[in-house]
T-cell receptor
Framework: AQTVTQSQPEMSVQEAETVTLSCTYDTSESDYYLFWYKQPPSRQMILVIRQEAYKQQNATENRFSVNFQKAAKSFSLKISDSQLGDAAMYFCAPGFTGTASKLTFGTGTRLQVTL | DTGVSQDPRHKITKRGQNVTFRCDPISEHNRLYWYRQTLGQGPEFLTYFQNEAQLEKSRLLSDRFSAERPKGSFSTLEIQRTEQGDSAMYLC????????????FGNGTRLTVT
């Protein structure tokens, strides 16, 4: 079974600053992919960024980037130039080849963005 | 793009009653998933369909839960004899049939069992 750990229940960042959310996972699989999802209050879960485990290059999507350390089984999310709209729950979710995109979610990190 | 839609958004029911939720996935997506999310937790996988076939069910899905996707389009999730512990947000998601395809989630159905 795969496990996912998000060790920061809550984080706070000032507007325009940078914040990093951590995620570690445990798996014996070698081929997998990783997602970060964002869930704003009372709104639907949306994809933030995706990383293929076989790719060494870290994924980047505008202000969002990841630091993927395969050996350490770590997949952190960096948000640059934080905006008020970034306030949400963030979930890390590995997906494993052969499990048809079934994802195992972490417990989430609540991000607050302050002025 | 109509996205994934779920109905109803909220459901309040008394313990022991049956409830049914509906999910309409993105039309070109073959895969459909049900997740359950309780307060302060991440979503937990319940079951998934490839077209009309239900290919996997979690141990979380007790005998009181049943899901269908009769024509490979919309899906229903029924909970019989609801219990207070069933109170949660029930999320539906869909994806294409590539293993690394991201899930597209609906807004969820929030169930409260009194």
């Amino acid at each position: 079974a795969q496990t996912v750990t998000q060790s920061q229940p809550e984080m706070s960042v000032q507007e325009a600053e940078t914040v990093t959310l951590s995620c570690t996972y445990d798996t014996s699989e070698s081929d997998y992919y990783l997602f970060w999802y964002k869930q704003p209050p009372s709104r639907q879960m949306i994809l933030v960024i995706r990383q293929e485990a076989y790719k060494q290059q870290n994924a980047t999507e505008n202000r969002f980037s990841v630091n993927f350390q395969k050996a350490a089984k770590s997949f952190s999310l960096k948000i640059s130039d934080s905006q008020l709209g970034d306030a949400a729950m963030y979930f890390c979710a590995p997906g494993f080849t052969g499990t048809a995109s079934k994802l195992t979610f972490g417990t989430g990190t609540r991000l607050q963005v302050t002025l | 793009d109509t996205g994934v839609s779920q109905d109803p958004r909220h459901k309040i029911t008394k313990r022991g009653q049956n409830v049914t939720f509906r999910c309409d996935p993105i039309s070109e997506h073959n895969r459909l998933y049900w997740y359950r999310q309780t307060l302060g937790q991440g979503p937990e996988f319940l079951t998934y369909f490839q077209n009309e076939a239900q290919l996997e069910k979690s141990r979380l899905l007790s005998d009181r839960f049943s899901a269908e996707r009769p024509k490979g389009s919309f899906s229903t999730l029924e909970i019989q004899r609801t219990e207070q512990g069933d109170s949660a947000m029930y999320l539906c998601a869909s994806s294409s049939d590539r293993d690394n395809s991201p899930l597209h989630f609906g807004n969820g159905t929030r169930l409260t069992v009194t």
